[in-house]
């Protein structure tokens, strides 16, 4: 190696240590190979006028190797690090580098501001959430190709996020991460970010692949995943994309001395294994996209995405011992949850320029999220006593959330007064949202309901809707050559949340080509989702029961409930951008969300006034052998105002070793802290969230640090990835040996901490050729795992870990990849 290579890679060493990789040089060029692609088999006989005139789905290559952007700004030609907010872009080799076989999963690994929750509990267990700088996930709005996507109907994280799981993985070209409150260019839920999928729209070749892998450690948990996409003409001016893949997981249970079911003893017929609740669901899913793109004049193209995903889970429940219900299942049973999810959206639109100068966008989406919730392996004894049997297996409830959304929206570059280039983009958007609960099957609610999980009665259940109106205006100036401006503004019309308008402004100032500041104020809106007003759910244990009641339910007023409100935001950021030197980029972003009003699960009211408020509900629950100190009910609230502050740093590296290859090093770090500034108040004067309802707000890493390293040599590659998951602390409910007087208290909880983590994955991959290539890796090698909570808090014996944990319980996860392209 040269001496110039050497103190290059001296430099790096030294410097990645705080920092992380905006584009990766080696990301960038897949996604240009691919944008040359696209635009090569997308319309090619359109005439050039229309071919300048790009829209969202599409990003031209700049001369500077560089990928382009089209979140965060209506402006054309920039690029990531050009952006005046933070955005990182994450081609599908890197998403595909993670091993990780769900989207949401390899999101988390490579984006620290990013994290999913490692457990569920209950039908959340079901859903897959993200989290960015740990606001909600209802917070993070997802866009796909620029355009909303709907979310679900299932409550997960007491949120109802869009499942990214739910998005065939293989149709995704890259991911536009902005880190930056955007409602007022994107409407609600634009708070915490935005993540925008873009996916393929190459109009030749074809791509499989299949994986397979286990948690090695725990010797369960076998998953695989085959899927494949590919493109091909339509006429001389379009192009078909279809994806499929299938994914199958098996559970993961917790196998460990200290799992031993508190309530077994010596001569006991069943196992103190036999609790398998802290374990992971077993799924199946198959997911199906159809993309397609084709000029229809020599100014206007239409286009279109069609995605469709079918998932089967079951998630398992306390274990209840043979003594329970001895007739019918005399070695003991555990209940399993279940869904049968059935989600899809279809993308149907209209393009093109020199409409007065204005190019163009018209379209309108419908997607739709069904989830049917049972339980199986299960006995309702008090409906059993009066009918003379029971159902092992019912339909608990059904909830169906679906969108249909249309939008216009235009855009036109010029000069004002011949000085100042400027970027107009103004439109238009309607939408209407509808959720609709349909009541379970008679055994799974009445008479307290069947074991495990109870269904929702028809008391509960029914049908809304409502509509939303919003317009927007968003001017990019660029006063100076150096200096970039963008003002946007946005009104929108709810008709159960009224008005809101929302401003942004951002500017970005380049000091030379290596040294540049940018920063944001803006604010934000988020209505409370129709889920959020009327969702309600009962789990059943062993010894107890807890339900969520619609906050917008006469039933949960009868224990402090109000109708919600939006929540409103103020964001400030600011950072700085450097290039040291060539190939060698940093940034350094701070950033403070004010949220007022948040929507929270409000805190928990427990004994009689807790069961006359389920009973209230439609569910009657029988308290024969149940501690009434242990039913709980609770409902989603404007709970409180919260601070969250942070830090992101990034940067990257690309060491050229000539003969020895290439290397991409990067850092990604996010700080962040919340803190509740204030607590409202219940129709009761009561405060609607205690010290332990605050934690859980606080419940996720103060810090997470990814560090990657990428070496190329031949047909040889190899990926080693540090990630270091910080502390979080939480409160959480336990049960003193004597006298047992904090059992149930909503007043005195038990402290808890999972202290800083670090993990290693390996991959190793080889290219045999143009077509194949295998790839083998282990994700956290050295089975790092959430620390195990005091046996004071944990319930029955076998949930040792806390359930906000971002580190996965399920340790070491070891597979292999074949790639093949034709």
Request: charged share 20%; no cysteine.
């Amino acid at each position: 190696m040269s001496q110039k290579n050497i103190a290059r890679w001296l430099v790096a060493s030294v410097s990645m240590v705080p920092l992380v990789g905006m584009n990766a040089y080696s990301a960038d060029k897949t996604i240009l190979k691919n944008q040359a692609a696209h635009l090569t088999h997308y319309r090619p006989s359109v005439n050039k006028k229309v071919l300048a005139s790009r829209d969202v789905h599409e990003r031209e290559a700049s001369g500077s190797g560089e990928a382009l952007i089209v979140t965060g700004t209506h402006a054309t030609n920039r690029r990531a690090r050009d952006s005046s907010s933070p955005i990182t872009v994450f081609s599908a080799q890197q998403l595909r580098n993670t091993g990780e076989l769900n989207l949401a999963s390899a999101l988390a690994r490579v984006d620290p501001s990013i994290t999913v929750s490692a457990l569920g509990n209950d039908t959340a267990a079901l859903t897959s959430s993200i989290r960015m700088r740990g606001l909600a996930p209802n917070e993070v709005l997802v866009l796909v190709d620029g355009k909303r996507r709907n979310i679900t109907g299932n409550m997960a994280g007491g949120s109802t996020p869009v499942d990214l799981n739910m998005i065939p993985a293989d149709a995704i070209d890259h991911i536009e991460v902005l880190r930056d409150g955007a409602a007022a260019m994107y409407g609600s839920d634009a708070i915490a970010g935005v993540i925008n999928i873009i996916t393929k729209k190459s109009a030749h070749g074809m791509h499989t692949y299949a994986q397979t892998g286990a948690n090695a450690y725990n010797g369960d948990g076998w998953q695989y995943q085959v899927g494949a996409d590919g493109g091909v003409k339509w006429g001389n001016d379009g192009f078909l994309h279809v994806t499929g893949q299938v994914y199958h997981t098996d559970h993961s249970v917790v196998a460990n001395r200290k799992t031993y079911d508190h309530r077994w003893s010596a001569g006991d017929s069943w196992s103190p294994n036999s609790n398998k609740i802290e374990s992971t669901p077993e799924e199946t899913r198959e997911n199906l996209a159809i993309e397609w793109g084709k000029g229809i004049t020599e100014n206007i193209q239409t286009y279109g995405l069609i995605t469709y995903a079918h998932r089967h889970a079951e998630a398992y429940e306390n274990y209840r011992t043979p003594s329970t219900i001895p007739s019918i299942y005399p070695y003991g049973f555990s209940p399993l949850e279940t869904i049968e999810q059935n989600n899809f959206q279809a993308n149907l639109g209209l393009k093109g320029g020199n409409f007065l100068g204005f190019n163009w966008d018209l379209s309108t989406l419908y997607g739709e999220d069904d989830d049917d919730i049972g339980v199986k392996n299960t006995y309702n004894a008090s409906y059993a006593k009066i009918y003379g049997w029971s159902p092992t297996t019912v339909r608990a409830e059904t909830y169906r959330m679906s969108q249909w959304t249309s939008n216009l929206d235009l855009r036109r570059n010029f000069n004002i007064a011949n000085l100042v280039p400027m970027t107009l983009a103004f439109g238009g958007e309607h939408r209407l949202e509808m959720y609709h609960i349909r009541a379970g099957n008679e055994p799974s609610y009445l008479y307290g309901g069947t074991s495990g999980y109870a269904g929702i009665s028809p008391v509960s259940a029914g049908s809304w809707q409502r509509n939303v109106w919003a317009g927007y205006i968003d001017g990019d100036f660029h006063p100076l050559k150096k200096w970039d401006l963008d003002f946007a503004g946005r009104f929108e019309h709810y008709t159960d949340a009224g008005n809101t308008e929302t401003g942004k402004m951002t500017t970005r100032y380049d000091f030379t080509k290596r040294i540049a500041v940018r920063g944001t104020i803006s604010n934000g809106f988020r209505a409370p989702t129709l889920a959020e007003e009327h969702y309600s759910a009962l789990s059943v244990s062993p010894t107890g029961a807890s339900g969520t009641l619609g906050a917008n339910s006469a039933a949960a007023r009868t224990i402090g409930a109000s109708n919600l409100k939006p929540e409103r935001s103020t964001s400030a950021e600011g950072g700085i951008i450097l290039e040291p030197v060539n190939r060698f980029h940093i940034s350094a972003d701070v950033y403070q969300i004010n949220i007022r009003d948040r929507i929270l699960s409000a805190s928990s009211i427990r004994g009689q006034t807790a069961l006359e408020a389920i009973s209230n509900a439609g569910v009657s629950i029988d308290p024969t052998g149940l501690d009434l100190q242990n039913i709980s009910a609770s409902y989603y609230a404007n709970a409180a105002s919260t601070r969250t502050q942070g830090i992101d740093i990034q940067g990257d590296y690309h060491l050229p070793l000539h003969r020895y290859g290439t290397v991409d090093l990067s850092m990604l770090l996010n700080l962040n802290r919340t803190v509740v500034s204030h607590v409202n108040t219940n129709i009761f004067n009561t405060l609607m969230a205690n010290a332990q309802t605050i934690s859980s707000i606080q419940g996720y890493p103060r810090s997470k640090i990814v560090l990657n390293a990428h070496w190329n040599l031949g047909s040889w590659d190899f990926n080693v990835r540090e990630t270091r998951y910080g502390s979080s602390k939480s409160l959480m409910t336990y049960e003193d040996l004597a006298p047992k007087s904090v059992r149930y208290s909503n007043t005195t909880w038990l402290s808890f901490e999972n202290t800083p983590i670090w993990t290693t994955d390996l991959q190793v991959g080889y290219r045999f050729n143009s077509r194949w290539r295998a790839t083998l890796g282990a994700n956290n090698i050295f089975n790092m795992r959430p620390r195990v909570v005091s046996p004071l808090t944990n319930y029955l014996g076998p949930k040792i870990y806390d359930s906000g944990s971002a580190l996965a319980m399920t340790g070491g996860y070891y597979f292999m990849r074949i790639d093949a392209n034709f």
